[in-house]
């Protein structure tokens, strides 16, 4: 079970929406949702690539503002806890999507590897043979950067499916 806590000065209506676009089955798994307080441990990671986020303990999912020059705006450390970042520009979609991707860092799931699973999205009949064949093509880049949200959302529930 996860516990969602945010930095104070979120509205939790718009936590609480951007939750409500993860499936069901991540849903379910969530224990809360409310505003950090002094009580939560939070630090920072070590790591520079996260250098103004802080992580939260184990099983616990921590949204935080981060600035638009932030370089990672999600994470997942060894010990299971959750830091995510939203800039100003994110929209709710891609918020929902990088919790889910952290989730699935937490499950042990290779989220990282959408390219090294694309032929076996096709067989499976997750992804069609006209975006494999995109995906492939020397325009792979721009075409996996305008259609994010829906390539990731396509990989992480083939992941899913793993479980
Ligand atoms: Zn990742």
Redesign the pocket.
């Known amino acids: 079970m996860y516990k969602v806590i945010y930095e104070q000065g979120f509205d939790k209506n718009y936590i609480q929406y951007i939750i409500s676009l993860l499936p069901e089955e991540i849903q379910n798994k969530i224990e809360y949702i409310r505003e950090a307080n002094s009580n939560d441990v939070l630090y920072e990671y070590s790591d520079p690539n996260w250098k103004s986020m802080k992580f939260p303990e184990r099983d616990f999912i921590y949204i935080q503002s981060v600035s638009l020059f932030q370089r990672y705006v999600?994470?997942?450390d060894e010990e299971g806890g959750i830091s995510i970042g939203i800039r100003k520009q994110d929209n709710t979609d891609t918020i929902a999507l990088r919790i889910w991707?952290?989730i699935?860092?937490s499950l042990s799931l290779d989220?990282?590897g959408f390219y090294d699973h694309l032929e076996d999205m096709v067989t499976s009949g997750c992804l069609s043979w006209a975006e494999y064949g995109l995906l492939n093509s020397l325009w792979n880049n721009v075409y996996y950067y305008f259609n994010r949200n829906h390539l990731d959302e396509i990989y992480y529930t083939y992941l899913m499916g793993k479980l």
């Open positions: 999600g994470g997942c991707h952290e699935l860092h989220a990282d």
